[in-house]
């Protein structure tokens, strides 16, 4: 069975940081690409920052500079650093795992920051 769980979301005043973890199991993830996705209420869900097995990154052009995606392979987990939070990062945000074939969500972590 696979899963994907995220921790680490929070309420966090603006210019903080948070930082947000995936674990992922129930397969070899190493082959995957794996990252963050957020979804705010009436909003599509949009891409935050993802890394491919080879480490190649992208970022979402409203994050560049301020987040930072990480993973690792033999542990099948991926984490986003956030610092520098803005209240329009406030979203629900989901880790992701992919390939050609096959397309894994998390349940998804609040991330609320204050004015």
């Known amino acids: 069975q696979v899963q994907l769980v995220e921790s680490g979301g929070g309420l966090v005043q603006a210019g903080g940081s948070l930082r947000l973890s995936c674990a992922a199991s129930?397969?070899?993830?190493?082959?995957?690409?794996m990252g963050w996705y957020r979804q705010a209420p009436g909003k599509q869900r949009e891409l935050v920052a993802r890394?491919?097995?080879?480490?190649?990154?992208n970022y979402a052009d409203s994050v560049k500079g301020r987040f930072t995606i990480s993973r690792d392979n033999a542990r099948n987990t991926v984490d986003l650093q956030m610092n520098s939070l803005k209240p329009e990062d406030t979203s629900v945000y989901y880790c992701?795992?992919?390939?050609?074939?096959?397309?894994?969500w998390g349940q998804g972590t609040q991330v609320t920051v204050s004015s």
């Open positions: 129930g397969r070899d993830f190493s082959g995957y690409v």
């Open positions: 890394m491919s097995s080879g480490g190649t990154t």
């Open positions: 992701n795992a992919g390939n050609t074939w096959w397309n894994y």
